[in-house]
């Protein structure tokens, strides 16, 4: 769902509506017979993994109190998203799903390494090395237990190393291009 926000507007209703139909299709039977049990587990899985906020978030709680992640979360996610939507580049595709997955991740703070299989294939097309450091940043959560540190503190030490590295590069361009256009006013 994340890789279809970032398509051109066009792409992504056709995209959204043959996805929506294909998964009414699928589930209406399932819903007509089991009703809302339908969903399964998933409400309690994500209250497990800590998509409450009590253990995703790393970043965003290190600034907001931990109720108003999620929110602010999903405030991030959209404000990237119709960014992106609004902007597509047709030369790179991949480069706007790139953005806002690498994004989920630095928001979400997963701690299981692999969901960032996806961000890996997209910074081998885009080849914007600077992402695997978030889908390095996962592993980081790993140490917590040998070093005596809390889950959450590691995970936002790894995401926050990460998002360093992400950052970078842009903040790089800008002070260039600062330096630039300084020394052609003086000339």
């Known amino acids: 769902a994340l890789a279809l926000a970032a398509l051109s507007p066009r792409r992504y209703l056709v995209a959204l509506a043959a996805a929506a139909g294909v998964v009414c299709l699928l589930y209406l039977p399932h819903v007509l017979a089991v009703g809302t049990e339908v969903l399964g587990f998933l409400p309690g899985y994500l209250a497990e993994e800590g998509y409450d906020g009590s253990g ?3 970043l965003l709680r290190l600034v907001l109190p931990r109720p108003l992640a999620p929110y602010a979360a999903a ?3 959209a404000a990237v998203a119709a960014t992106l ?10 480069r706007g799903p790139l953005l806002l997955i690498g994004t989920a991740f630095l928001v979400l703070t997963p701690s299981y390494p692999w969901y960032a299989l996806l961000l890996v294939a997209l910074v081998a097309l885009d080849g914007r090395w600077e992402w695997l450091a978030v889908a390095a940043a996962g592993y980081v959560a790993y140490f ?5 540190i809390t889950h959450v503190t590691m995970q936002a030490i790894g995401y926050g190393l990460a998002l360093a590295v992400v ?3 842009p903040v790089r361009r ?3 291009g600062y330096r630039r256009s300084a020394s052609v006013r003086r000339s």
């Open 56 to 58: 995703r978030f790393a």
């Open 75 to 77: 405030v991030v996610l």
């Open 85 to 94: 939507w609004r902007r597509p580049d047709p030369i790179r595709p991949w």
């Open 144 to 148: 917590a237990g040998p070093l005596g």
């Open 167 to 169: 950052a970078t590069p």
């Open 174 to 176: 800008l002070v260039d």
